[in-house]
């Protein structure tokens, strides 16, 4: 989970009804059935994007995103097999490196610096960005006998014709028949949802507005993936499809991703044998994405560089592919792995530092649960914890970023009204929540709840949270904010563990709020805590009961511990660096100042033991 600058959006329903691609004429032939020689790919130099989008009204075509996707914090959404595969792409960055002449020696932990681990990365865990690099490339995944797909290089150039245009909104799917049954993976497909967000799957649409992620490739449904991202055919640019017994041809002409950084023109055709054709225009500006193949529900990935495709590469029995980034990332299930290479499986949670940014321009810092069989609060039961080198004990891992970009003074305020303590604190209290619900009536209510449904809303009186929200005031007939990110709630106690319902006391959200000073700034329930606001509403009281009665019972039950929390700190220093001893010693005076945080953020109740063993 992710402090991540990033607000969340309502999910929008896909319009199922196909247009015309042109003032009412359609780029197919009669009946939508392609023509004989449709099925052959055009050269690059004709891709039919250009001449389809030209007689596109120009209506179609917005210039800029209205509204940002990105926001003042967040949280991170990914599936914790992203992490898994991460770990696959780290070992092929390293091992071409290797290839190429260019061997480092195997990250390592060094002797370490009081309570705080040291592991020098000299390559292996640091991954270097890996821009998009398809442009003019055609792949063919040739089903193998293992029952997954090997790769083969195909021609580049799309094929002609594109048929008709699908009316797909943001964040929108339309189911589609196939014109035969496709083998993927083992199983028959008769039909195929095609999303918006450049891929398509099978047995459900993916319309969800989580990171468009690897991890979210590989636990989500069976899936094909041509260019995996956050578009908006609603921007610009259509999705054409041509459905025939002989192929079924989803084309990506110029779509725009929803901030419009850049537009993808690419083409996937499934065919009857059970191959999958992938085709890339250079016209692609969008670095950032995921090209794959996933069966759904798995951690088995085979990373590939899809560019280096020139005789048939395997792909074994699972999902394959390549994820691309325009920025570096942290391989955490490696560093996991190496820390548990020389200390002991007894901590709850690794908090990871860098010294060098390894989170995308839109991340502060967070968390992801690998293990949790906690029942009643809203998360996932999850046991990914082996991944990770860990005999049980790991139930989530934190990734704090750069120590640079946190104040000495660790109670400075950094990142709006929080302090480094209280950013440490809200990750380390993700791993319980904040995704509570409660019964509003006959139904489940989220209305108290802010950004991705994973914080306190603004509007929420959460006693100060550090998992945001805010302490209100109810000044009768209006409110007022006070200060911000203090302590866990009530509410956040309970999904702890620390407080039974009969100690959790009302807590109340302000409905149809308006904002009466400061006038010049816009809230809604996604934005982070600011002190100091005032505004009308009406208070709706929220009770533990009706939390029960949404979420069920915790189990195990509230009240029932633990009561200690156990943390190892972890120092990850980048290629070619040696641990600074100011850092560390910054490091220290956080680690230590941490403890003392903590239990005062849950009322005495809990401890938290960051020392190494």
Same mark, same amino acid.
């Given at each position: 989970?992710r402090?991540?600058i990033? *607000? @969340?959006r =309502?999910?929008?329903a !896909? %319009?199922? +009804?196909?247009?015309?691609?042109? #003032?009412?004429?359609?780029? $197919?032939?009669?009946?939508?059935?392609s023509?004989?020689?449709a099925s052959?790919?055009?050269?690059?130099?004709?891709n039919?994007c250009?001449?389809?989008?030209?007689m596109?009204?120009?209506?179609?075509e917005?210039?800029?995103?209205?509204?940002?996707?990105?926001?003042?914090?967040?949280?991170?959404?990914?599936?914790?097999?992203?992490?898994?595969?991460?770990?696959q792409?780290?070992?092929?960055?390293?091992?071409?490196?290797?290839?190429?002449?260019t061997?480092?020696?195997a *990250? @390592?932990? =060094?002797?370490?610096? !009081? %309570?705080? +681990?040291?592991?020098?990365?000299? #390559?292996?865990?640091?991954? $270097?960005?890996?821009?998009?690099?398809l442009?003019?490339?055609?792949?063919?995944?040739?089903?193998?006998a293992?029952?997954?797909?090997?790769?083969?290089?195909?021609?580049g150039?799309?094929?002609?014709?594109?048929?008709?245009?699908?009316?797909?909104a943001?964040?929108?799917?339309?189911e589609?028949?196939?014109?035969?049954?496709?083998?993927?993976f083992?199983?028959?497909?008769?039909?195929?949802?095609?999303?918006?967000?450049?891929?398509?799957?099978?047995?459900?649409?993916d319309? @969800?507005?989580d990171?468009r992620?690897l991890?979210?490739?590989?636990?989500?449904?069976?899936?094909t993936?041509?260019?995996?991202?956050?578009?908006?055919p609603?921007?610009?640019?259509?999705?054409f499809?041509?459905?025939?017994?002989?192929?079924?041809?989803?084309?990506?002409?110029?779509?725009?991703?929803?901030?419009n950084t850049?537009?993808?023109?690419?083409?996937?055709?499934?065919?009857?044998?059970?191959?999958?054709?992938?085709?890339?225009?250079?016209?692609?500006?969008?670095?950032?994405?995921?090209?794959?193949?996933?069966?759904?529900?798995?951690?088995?990935?085979?990373a590939?560089?899809?560019? @280096?495709?020139t005789?048939?590469?395997?792909?074994?029995?699972?999902?394959l592919?390549?994820?691309?980034?325009?920025e570096?990332?942290?391989?955490?299930?490696?560093?996991?792995?190496?820390?548990?290479?020389?200390?002991?499986?007894?901590y709850?949670?690794?908090?990871?530092?860098?010294d060098t940014?390894?989170t995308d321009?839109?991340?502060?810092?967070?968390?992801?649960?690998?293990?949790n069989?906690?029942?009643g609060?809203?998360?996932?039961?999850?046991?990914?914890?082996?991944?990770?080198g860990?005999a049980g004990?790991?139930?989530s891992?934190?990734?704090?970023?750069?120590?640079?970009?946190?104040?000495?003074?660790?109670?400075?305020?950094?990142n709006?009204?929080?302090?480094?303590?209280?950013l440490?604190a809200?990750?380390?209290?993700?791993?319980?929540?904040?995704?509570?619900?409660?019964?509003?009536g006959?139904?489940?209510?989220d209305a108290w709840?802010?950004?991705?449904?994973?914080?306190?809303?603004?509007?929420?009186?959460?006693?100060?949270?550090v998992?945001?929200?805010?302490?209100?005031?109810?000044?009768?007939g209006?409110?007022?904010?006070?200060?911000?990110?203090?302590?866990?709630?009530?509410?956040?106690?309970?999904a702890?563990g620390l407080?039974?319902?009969?100690?959790?006391?009302?807590?109340?959200?302000?409905e149809?709020?308006?904002?009466t000073?400061?006038?010049?700034?816009?809230?809604?329930?996604?934005s982070?805590p600011?002190?100091?606001?005032?505004?009308?509403?009406?208070?709706r009281v929220?009770?533990?009961?009706?939390?029960?009665?949404a979420?069920?019972?915790?189990?195990?039950?509230a009240?029932?511990g633990?009561?200690?929390?156990?943390?190892?700190?972890?120092?990850?220093?980048?290629?070619?660096?040696?641990?600074?001893?100011?850092a560390?010693?910054?490091?220290?005076?956080?680690?230590?100042?941490?403890?003392?945080?903590?239990?005062?953020?849950?009322?005495?109740?809990m401890?938290?033991?960051t020392?190494?063993?």
């Open positions: 989970m402090l991540r990033r *607000a @969340a =309502a999910l929008l !896909g %319009a199922g +009804a196909l247009l015309a691609a042109c #003032g009412g004429s359609s780029l $197919s032939s009669p009946g939508g059935a023509s004989p020689t052959t790919p055009s050269s690059s130099a004709s039919p250009s001449s389809a989008l030209s596109l009204p120009t209506a179609t917005v210039a800029a995103a209205p509204v940002s996707k990105q926001g003042a914090l967040g949280y991170d959404v990914r599936d914790a097999r992203e992490f898994v595969g991460l770990h792409v780290a070992g092929r960055q390293h091992a071409l490196a290797a290839q190429q002449g061997p480092a020696e *990250a @390592a932990v =060094a002797p370490r610096s !009081g %309570a705080i +681990a040291v592991i020098r990365d000299d #390559g292996a865990l640091v991954m $270097s960005a890996n821009s998009f690099d442009g003019d490339v055609g792949l063919r995944f040739e089903p193998n293992q029952g997954g797909y090997d790769v083969v290089p195909a021609s150039g799309f094929r002609a014709d594109l048929g008709r245009r699908l009316s797909l943001d964040d929108a799917a339309s589609q028949p196939l014109g035969f049954a496709f083998p993927f083992g199983s028959r497909q008769g039909s195929a949802f095609v999303n918006s967000d450049g891929n398509l799957t099978f047995t459900r649409g319309v @969800a507005t990171d992620s991890g979210r490739v590989l636990s989500g449904p069976p899936r993936a041509l260019f995996f991202a956050d578009l908006d609603s921007k610009g640019g259509g999705v499809l041509s459905s025939t017994a002989n192929a079924f041809t989803v084309t990506w002409c110029g779509v725009p991703d929803f901030d850049g537009k993808v023109t690419a083409q996937a055709a499934l065919l009857p044998d059970g191959a999958v054709e992938m085709r890339f225009d250079r016209a692609t500006t969008l670095r950032n994405g995921v090209v794959a193949l996933a069966p759904g529900s798995t951690t088995a990935f085979a590939l560089d899809l560019s @280096a495709a005789s048939t590469t395997p792909g074994g029995a699972g999902a592919g390549e994820r691309f980034s325009a570096s990332a942290l391989d955490l299930v490696g560093a996991a792995r190496l820390f548990y290479s020389q200390y002991s499986d007894r709850d949670q690794l908090v990871f530092w860098t940014r390894v321009a839109g991340t502060f810092a967070y968390e992801s649960t690998v293990n069989s906690i029942r609060i809203g998360a996932d039961s999850m046991d990914l914890a082996a991944q990770y860990s004990s790991l139930s891992v934190l990734l704090m970023d750069t120590l640079t970009k946190y104040p000495s003074d660790p109670t400075a305020r950094v709006g009204e929080n302090t480094s303590l209280s440490i809200h990750e380390t209290g993700h791993r319980w929540g904040a995704t509570l619900r409660f019964r509003d006959e139904g489940t209510s709840l802010g950004r991705q449904l994973a914080h306190w809303s603004f509007f929420t009186d959460s006693d100060g949270s998992l945001e929200g805010n302490e209100i005031e109810d000044l009768g209006s409110f007022r904010t006070g200060a911000a990110s203090l302590r866990y709630s009530p509410f956040d106690l309970y702890m407080v039974r319902e009969s100690e959790v006391a009302p807590a109340f959200h302000v149809s709020p308006v904002i000073e400061p006038t010049s700034a816009a809230f809604s329930r996604e982070a600011r002190s100091g606001v005032t505004m009308t509403g009406t208070a929220v009770t533990i009961a009706q939390v029960v009665a979420m069920g019972a915790r189990s195990p039950a009240g029932s633990p009561f200690s929390h156990r943390q190892a700190w972890i120092y990850v220093t980048s290629a070619g660096h040696a641990a600074d001893a100011a560390l010693s910054k490091l220290e005076a956080f680690r230590s100042a941490f403890e003392g945080f903590f239990a005062s953020a849950t009322g005495g109740r401890t938290v033991e020392r190494l063993e």
